[in-house]
């Protein structure tokens, strides 16, 4: 099976499994589509790398050759494209600016009244509900600031040290899992 027709048959049966959660709301069927999306990424990842040319850069990198725009735009995808594509399709984030801001108002409402068991499990709840907001908001910038520390460190030339390095790395991706 090639990896096109892999990925669209995982593609289903994690829309498949979507669907038995908006019927069957439990924390089991959506722990199951946590680990079906998990898959599906992974597949993703594999499809990906699949269509890059990475040997013939992986050789440049290796002899230490200067590398042509192409190179730079696959070495680019490789190690932060995952970042550059969250970023540019990330929907939710002002949504979660805002949602932070009025909990925030909300705990600031709560800072005068009294400390009653009322009060105090109102105040826990607004922090679980701000602790469900931070991870997304955390994860948006950390992939900004990725791309970012990316395009600043592909600015000027790459030494020897470098080439070396960006080699052994996109070696470690290709091998790895989880890159």
């Known amino acids: 099976m090639n990896e096109t027709t892999k990925l669209a048959n995982t593609i289903k049966a994690t829309l ?11 924390s089991d069927n ?10 599906l990424e992974g597949q993703a990842r594999e499809a990906f790398q699949a269509q890059m040319n990475i040997p013939p850069l992986l050789s440049k990198l290796k002899k ?14 490789l190690f932060v494209g995952d970042a550059e594509y969250f970023v ?12 932070l801001k009025r909990l925030l108002g909300e705990i600031g409402s709560l800072q005068s009244g ?3 068991v009322d009060g105090v499990m109102r105040l826990r709840a607004v922090c679980q509900e ?7 908001l955390i994860f948006y ?10 395009e600043q460190a592909t600015q000027g030339p790459i030494d020897s ?18 890159m």
């Open 30 to 39: 959506y722990g199951l589509l946590e680990d079906e999306v998990g898959e």
């Open 114 to 116: 009294p400390a009653d």
């Open 130 to 136: 701000i602790s469900r907001i931070l991870p997304g």
């Open 141 to 150: 910038f950390d992939q900004k600031e990725r791309a970012a520390k990316f």
């Open 161 to 178: 040290e470098g080439y070396k390095v960006l080699a052994e790395t996109v070696e470690r991706m290709l091998t790895s899992d989880k």
């Open 88 to 99: 540019k399709y990330e929907t939710e984030i002002d949504h979660w600016k805002s949602e």
């Open 64 to 77: 230490k050759q200067s590398l042509s725009a192409a190179d730079l735009k696959t070495l680019e995808l």
């Open 16 to 26: 498949q499994l979507a669907d038995r959660c908006a019927q069957t709301e439990t």
